[in-house]
């Protein structure tokens, strides 16, 4: 069983797929900016197929829109803070610092492209990197870099009852 949080609503991984997936493909049939979906957390025990789950919903919505859909997974805990945010560099006349756009949101915004940003493992991600991807989560930036209107959040991860590799995760992300 997964358990999207929001309305403490459990269910399978099966039943997620098709909420998820008939809620994407129905909002881009309709030409509606997928940015408008809040992003979706996805709690479970370890092994129980979020990720999987989540690279289901990636082809079922290739088939029900025949876009290319492209899923950038992010295992958060392999990650520092500064890897999310970008390299600090001088600019041209070295009076600022601009930050490199980490490959990871080097994304497709084509009208025919639908990207799935997969922050997994979120709660195995130290304290501050949960926090980094605080922005990502909820205002879809991480500093000055904006995800593009056809990316699609979506973050997994274990719970901490579920005795495996999880810090308390901050109730902003909940």
């Keep these: ?18 909420y998820l997936s008939v809620a994407y493909i129905s909002m881009i049939k309709k030409g509606k900016d997928l940015k408008r979906f809040p992003s979706v957390m996805l709690w479970g025990a370890p092994g129980v197929g979020k990720s999987q789950g989540v690279r289901q919903v990636a082809k079922l919505i290739e088939e029900g829109t025949g876009k290319t859909v492209v899923v950038t997974d992010v295992r958060l805990l392999l990650f520092n803070p500064v890897d999310l945010r970008g390299i600090p560099i001088a600019n041209e ?17 084509s009208a025919d492209v639908v990207n799935i940003l997969f922050l997994d493992e979120i ?19 991480i500093g000055e870099h904006r995800l593009p209107d056809n990316c699609i959040v979506i973050a997994a991860g274990n719970r901490v009852t579920d005795k495996s590799v ?9």
């Excluded at 069983?1 to 098709?18: A, P, Q, Y």
């Design 166 to 174: 999880a810090y308390n995760i901050a109730t902003k992300l909940k």
């Design 1 to 18: 069983m997964i358990e999207l949080r929001n309305d403490s609503t459990e269910m399978t991984v099966e039943e997620m797929k098709g």
């Design 123 to 141: 709660s195995a991600a130290p304290p501050s990197v949960q926090a980094s991807a605080y922005q990502i989560t909820l205002d879809r930036t």
């Design 93 to 109: 006349d070295k009076t600022l610092a601009v930050w490199l756009k980490p490959h990871i949101f080097q994304m497709n915004d």
